[in-house]
């Protein structure tokens, strides 16, 4: 079985300041990693996803994250937070199906 | 190029009274996966289709219920309706693979049921 835990359900930073979200997951089997981000009433978008090659994943907008095996982690980072990076982020996890196991999310707050 | 569709986009129903959310998936799509996400929750995953058949289920009741149509869309169905199942219903898609978690899923921007 999977899950997702996300340190932090409120992250606040200064515009321009690094951005980290923290995500540990718990997994039988090879996980499936994966950041997605939701603006204000709409859907989820894909930020980036971790399926066993490079452990550096760089995604869209700036992001990217780390997997880190032996910390079981996969902590979403941006060198410089920008205020339409405001939103929620969570963390997923899949394994050997395409049953996508969320965390409960960050709200990350930019201030000016 | 249109993305994941969702119908309608907000619903007020009542507890005890029937409802059916669609979904129509990116084109070129041929798996349509549903959840469930709670105000100040992640999403949960309720079901997925393909080739018009369930092929997962999480840990919903009977109650909810779906299908899929030829043409790739889908319905899910909610009986019974409680005050608990207020939420926002996501319907995600990708292209069905055996490679697990090689697929990122596609959403929609959801449908907000509320229940009174």
């Known amino acids: 079985a999977q899950s997702v835990t996300q340190l932090g359900s409120h992250v606040s930073v200064s515009e321009g300041a690094l951005v980290l979200l923290r995500c540990n997951y718990s997994?039988?089997?090879?996980?499936?990693l994966f950041w997605y981000v939701q603006y204000p009433n709409q859907g989820l978008q894909l930020l980036l996803k971790y399926t066993s090659a490079a452990t550096l994943v760089k995604g869209i907008n700036g992001f990217e994250a780390e997997f880190k095996k032996s910390e079981t982690s996969f902590h979403l980072t941006k060198p410089s937070a920008h205020m339409s990076d405001a939103a929620e982020y969570f963390c997923a996890v899949s394994g050997i199906d395409d049953k996508i196991i969320f965390g409960k999310g960050t709200r990350l707050h930019i201030l000016p | 190029d249109a993305g994941v569709t969702q119908s309608p986009t907000h619903l007020i129903k009542t507890r005890g009274q029937q409802v059916t959310l669609r979904c129509s998936p990116k084109?070129?799509?041929?798996?349509v996966s549903w959840y469930q996400q709670a105000l100040g929750q992640g999403p949960q995953f309720i079901f997925q289709y393909y080739e018009e058949e369930e092929r997962q289920r999480g840990n919903f009741p009977d109650r909810f219920s779906g299908h899929q149509f030829p043409n790739y869309s889908s319905e899910l169905n909610v009986n019974a309706l409680l005050l608990g199942d207020s939420a926002l219903y996501l319907c995600?898609?990708?292209?069905?693979?055996?490679?697990?978690?090689?697929?990122?899923?596609?959403f929609g921007d959801g449908t907000r049921l509320s229940i009174l």
């Open positions: 995600a898609s990708s292209l069905f693979s055996r490679l697990p978690g090689n697929q990122p899923q596609h």
């Open positions: 997994s039988s089997v090879p996980p499936y």
């Open positions: 084109s070129g799509h041929d798996t």
